[in-house]
């Protein structure tokens, strides 16, 4: 039984297309988390959500924007597709945002802008 | 913000040899978790380890919150031990995890 999923693993496109990304807990989990990982493997978050209210916003770009429709999901909507956008993108989630709690990962979507 | 530095960047060992990971963070952190990438992209959680000592099988880990560093020691090591490792923590009163670069971990037979 998959604890964090995320749809779909592989997603390629051109530039200027909007996509999205989603992602869905089974762990009952309040917090959800986006991270990006770069063509260099660097990992950074982009986003989390607690109980499905916007916590962190990493001065991503306003193409990407997050949805939590309930705390068990997180998706992620991205527009106007730029090649610097490839990369692999990681779902996240954890007991709460307090910090002391363990993150769990999903298996990644990579991300290929033509 | 925290940086946080991790050694070796590359590991290249033999089937059977041991090794240690360093992570060293440049501020204290919540807690720390240790990573390990698979060739296939996934990311595998290895130790939930803000300090103190943990095994399991024949990867264990060490963390001294005090200095600020993490070790993660692979003993015996097998070709499916390949991979990137990573180490990562968030700064206190934050959730959001602060990720070291990786050591590449290549076993060969």
């Known amino acids: 039984d998959t604890a964090v999923s995320q749809t779909p693993k592989y997603l390629v496109t051109q530039m200027g297309n909007d996509k999205s990304i989603k992602c869905e807990q089974n762990l009952g989990h309040d917090t959800m988390y986006w991270y990006k990982q770069d063509s260099k493997k660097f990992l950074k978050i982009m986003f989390s959500y607690n109980n499905k209210e916007l916590i962190i916003n990493e001065t991503v770009p306003n193409r990407f924007s997050p949805k939590s429709p309930d705390k068990a999901h997180l998706n992620l909507h991205i527009n106007s597709l730029e090649l610097g956008d490839s990369a692999v993108y990681f779902c996240a989630s954890s007991q709460d945002a307090s910090g002391v709690n363990e993150q769990f990962f999903g298996p990644g979507t990579r991300l290929t802008v033509l | ?109």
């Not at chain 2, 991790?6 to 919540?30: K, M, Y």
């Not at chain 2, 698979?38 to 943990?54: A, D, H, R, V």
């Open chain 2, 1 to 109: 913000g925290i940086q946080v530095e991790q050694s070796p960047p590359d590991l290249i060992l033999q089937e059977g040899a041991n090794s240690t990971l360093r992570c060293n963070f440049s501020d204290s952190v919540n807690n720390l978790q240790w990573f390990h990438q698979n060739p296939w992209g996934q990311l595998i959680n290895l130790f939930y380890i803000p300090s103190g000592t943990k095994q399991n099988g024949r990867l264990s880990a060490t963390t001294v919150a005090t200095e600020r560093y993490s070790l993660l020691y692979i003993s015996s090591s097998q070709t499916t031990d390949s991979g990137v490792y990573f180490c990562a923590g968030p700064p206190y009163n934050t959730d959001k995890l602060i990720f070291g670069t990786g050591t590449r971990l290549q076993v060969f037979p």
